[in-house]
């Protein structure tokens, strides 16, 4: 059984069942995905669909069909072999606690980010875990630390990242709000607002809203027209090319950011979270940085504008400083390749297919 449920899990889970299935052909599989792990070959007993989350306001609203999916998928733990959580920690771990007190193998590709929240966050998790699949370096020993085995696979994203190339256009910028409704809500209007500004200052900026999936892209247009928001043009075609025509990207915080420091492209790192999270974060949060790239450099290389520093102003003079600074751009885009070269390289669900692999066969005997 798989569990995953957001379009970059979905997406994730479907390269380690397609490698999973080249071990072992005759494998089945079941659970919580999207069209791309059903297109690998998973009978969806559920689309993750409303269940995406952002933020402790988006968790707390949804406490009830969370539990109810849970459930349901526990029902299903007598005909599987192992569960296989990918990412989504809100929901999984309490799905892997479920399985684990029934007996049924954990694995955990994508692990949750427990460095944010501290240490203490990963011991639950690791009793019920057999095996840890971490995507980031620096995770494999805080795993290790907590007692359960666990194995650095390299990250996914070099899996399906193109080879970086010659830097994009200066007067087109990508705008990349988010793929959830509460990331579109919060981060366009401010997108948009610094987008005018900028507008005013160099009347030649194009900035591009490109979609990863046909999903997203209904629900950013369906935000677009709710909010009137013609000034950020929403384009079809390839993600990764749009982004690397660009010579400046502006970025929600989340895998998208470590894609585009990958791809050489110079970003600002955004976001915003409702009340409740930002509450308990500025209690709990052990991380100087929320952005990937400058936790993967363990310096900062990305800016980085949160909550109340996340203004129009404050966004279109961070832009502008950008725009007009070929040097900054091209430091922030070398310092980018070199997390790009830090992270490995490319095969992350080839090594935990065969990780996965190696335990279910010592698990069912061969």
């Not at 919580?32 to 402790?56: F, K, Q, S, T, V």
């Not at 492209?265 to 976001?271: A, G, K, R, S, T």
């Not at 102003?313 to 725009?323: D, K, M, P, Q, V």
């Amino acid at each position: 059984m798989f569990s995953a449920g957001e379009p970059s899990g979905d997406l994730h889970a479907a390269g380690v069942l397609g490698e999973l299935r080249a071990l072992l052909p005759g494998l089945g599989a079941r659970g919580l995905g999207g069209d791309r792990l059903a297109a690998a070959g998973a009978e969806l007993d559920l689309e993750y669909g409303e269940l995406a989350l952002i933020g402790l306001g988006g968790l707390l609203g949804k406490l009830r069909r969370i539990r109810q999916t849970q459930r349901m998928l526990e029902r299903a733990f007598a005909d599987v072999d192992a569960l296989i959580c990918v990412d989504y920690g809100g929901f999984n771990k309490g799905l892997a606690r479920r399985a684990a007190r029934r007996g049924l193998p954990v694995i955990y590709y994508i692990c949750p980010k427990v460095w944010v929240w501290g240490a203490w966050r990963a011991a639950g998790l690791a009793r019920s875990c057999e095996l840890m699949l971490p995507i980031l370096p620096f995770e494999e020993p805080l795993w290790r630390q907590q007692g359960v085995p666990t194995l650095y696979v390299g990250n996914p994203v070099l899996d399906y990242l193109p080879a970086p190339r010659e830097p994009g256009d200066p007067e087109r910028v990508a705008v990349l709000p988010g793929s959830r409704e509460g990331e579109l809500r919060r981060l366009l209007p401010v997108f948009e607002a610094a987008a005018r500004l900028l507008r005013a200052r160099r009347p030649g900026l194009r900035f591009v809203i490109p979609s990863a999936t046909a999903a997203i892209r209904e629900l950013t247009a369906r935000w677009l027209a709710e909010l009137d928001i013609e000034i950020l043009e929403h384009v079809d075609g390839d993600l990764h090319g749009t982004i690397q025509n660009c010579g400046l990207a502006l970025t929600a915080s989340g895998t998208v950011g470590l894609e585009v420091a990958c791809l050489g492209v110079p970003q600002l790192i955004c976001y915003r979270v409702d009340p409740l999270t930002e509450l308990l974060a500025r209690t709990v949060i052990r991380t100087r940085w929320v952005g990937l790239p400058n936790l993967v450099a363990g310096r900062t290389i990305v800016p980085e504008l949160l909550q109340d520093d996340l203004t129009p102003r404050s966004l279109a003079a961070r832009t502008l400083e950008l725009l007009e600074n070929p040097e900054l751009r091209l430091e922030q885009r070398n310092a980018g390749l070199e997390a790009r070269r830090l992270l490995g390289g490319g095969g992350a669900g080839k090594r935990a297919a065969a990780a996965i692999a190696g335990l279910l066969d010592k698990r069912l005997g061969g």
